[in-house]
């Protein structure tokens, strides 16, 4: 099993900048995929970016790209989300989300075993 914590959120205005930290622990993987999704009110559950280990590969949403950056420490098993230029529709709950074994579809919910408890972000406009 691997528990994932997420932290670092909370309640900013709209344009300033917040970082969001994922710490994996538990079982641990030489090769992990992490990523953060979000969710607000009454929408479903949607992909936000994702982190190959070692960094080779980097996926963002349209709508935070450009915005937001993923990065990785892989020696500490943490995930981190810069968000830059933050909006109101950024307002959601933030999950980390990993596994070893994300193929192809590495924008899928369905890819990731392990899931954190969530972070909220509100964004005031």
């Known amino acids: 099993q691997v528990q994932l914590v997420e932290s670092g959120g909370g309640l900013v205005q709209a344009g300033v900048s917040l970082r969001l930290s994922c710490a994996a622990s538990?079982?641990?993987?030489?090769?992990?995929?992490m990523a953060w999704f979000r969710q607000a009110p009454g929408k479903e559950r949607e992909f936000v970016a994702a982190?190959?280990?070692?960094?080779?590969?980097?996926r963002y949403s349209d709508s935070v790209k450009g915005r937001f950056t993923i990065s990785s420490d892989d020696a500490k098993n943490t995930a981190y989300l810069q968000m830059n230029s933050l909006k109101h529709e950024d307002t959601a709950v933030y999950y980390c989300?990993?596994?070893?074994?994300?193929?192809?579809?590495?924008?899928?919910?369905?890819?990731?075993?392990?899931w954190g408890q969530g972070t909220q972000v509100n964004v005031s406009s």
């Open positions: 982190i190959r280990w070692g960094g080779i590969l980097t």
């Open positions: 989300a990993a596994d070893p074994n994300v193929g192809g579809n590495i924008e899928e919910r369905n890819e990731y075993t392990y």
């Open positions: 538990g079982r641990t993987f030489s090769r992990l995929t």
